[in-house]
């Protein structure tokens, strides 16, 4: 995918007066919409698995204690009818992995492009950076810290400060939401349920928390190590990001409604039928 993705952001750039930030711009811009069908259908799995904790929890604690493999065997297949009935497989598990692939494509188109300039004396011939304008405020996007002078190394930091930022502000965002999520999901569950409840949801949040925390020390180390483009795509991105945060928000509120308004709840009842 990176040469497909690199001749987009070369042409584009090309098409709009040879500026290298309108064409990150774009560029970031198109392929984040064409990957939101994906981000979107991860984004329902976890809505989904989040809403049937209460109901999930519900059949553990029918089969506390009974350890023996029928009562196991019972309880995995009444799990197993329960993401059936709302229609959760596989695939918006392996939904998040299809990303990758993208991600890594851009990263290394933008990373690469830098060094497309044509060698004197060679066969080679791509001459892309040559033909673009990579300057933005005095900082060239197609240099490092140490490839301009002070304005190179200031507007570095301001992008590493920028990102750093966005991100941080895109991880307290996601965690309010989760909060609110998980108050509003908890609102019909006992007390005594919503204790266990909550201890295993802040183990996961715990784990989640450090890798997410992880990942924008990673992202700041490469602003501030690669080209100076690298940090305006993921700066770009970042907001973004938020964006398609909030407006999926609001239809995952939608959706929530709509899945406590449905007829069809999975109840648990004393004989071991359900509904």
């Not at 023996?68 to 009935?85: C, G, T, W």
């Not at 598990?93 to 290394?108: E, R, T």
């Not at 909060?179 to 183990?203: F, G, L, M, V």
Request: with cysteine.
């Amino acid at each position: 995918f990176i040469f497909p993705v690199a001749w987009l952001l070369f042409a584009i750039s090309k098409l709009c007066g040879g500026y290298y930030i309108i064409g990150l711009l774009i560029t970031t811009i198109l392929v984040r919409t064409i990957g939101w069908p994906i981000y979107a259908k991860s984004n329902d799995m976890t809505l989904k698995m989040n809403a049937l904790q209460p109901e999930l929890q519900k059949i553990q604690e029918k089969y506390a204690g009974r350890n023996d493999p029928d009562s196991q065997r019972m309880m995995q297949m009444e799990q197993a009818q329960l993401y059936k009935k709302h229609k959760i497989g596989i695939g918006g598990c392996l939904a998040p992995f299809i990303q990758f692939p993208i991600f890594m494509a851009v990263y290394n188109a933008i990373s690469r492009l830098p060094y497309t300039k044509a060698i004197s004396g060679s066969n080679y011939t791509l001459n892309w950076a040559n033909e673009l304008n990579g300057n933005l405020f005095g900082v060239n996007l197609f240099e490092d810290r140490n490839g301009g002078g002070v304005n190179q190394l200031v507007g570095v930091i301001i992008l590493v400060l920028l990102v750093v930022g966005t991100q941080v502000l895109s991880q307290q965002l996601t965690q309010l939401r989760q909060k609110k999520n998980q108050e509003k999901q908890q609102e019909d569950i006992p007390a005594y349920r919503r204790q266990s409840y909550n201890q295993t949801q802040n183990q996961t949040q715990s784990t989640m928390k450090f890798m997410l925390w992880f990942m924008i020390f990673m992202m700041g180390s490469f602003v501030w190590t690669s080209k100076a483009g690298l940090g305006v795509y993921w700066f770009i991105g970042n907001i973004y990001s938020m964006v398609q945060m909030i407006i999926n928000n609001k239809n995952n509120n939608k959706k929530l409604e709509q899945m406590k308004n449905k007829d069809s709840v999975y109840t648990i009842y004393s004989n071991g039928k359900n509904r």
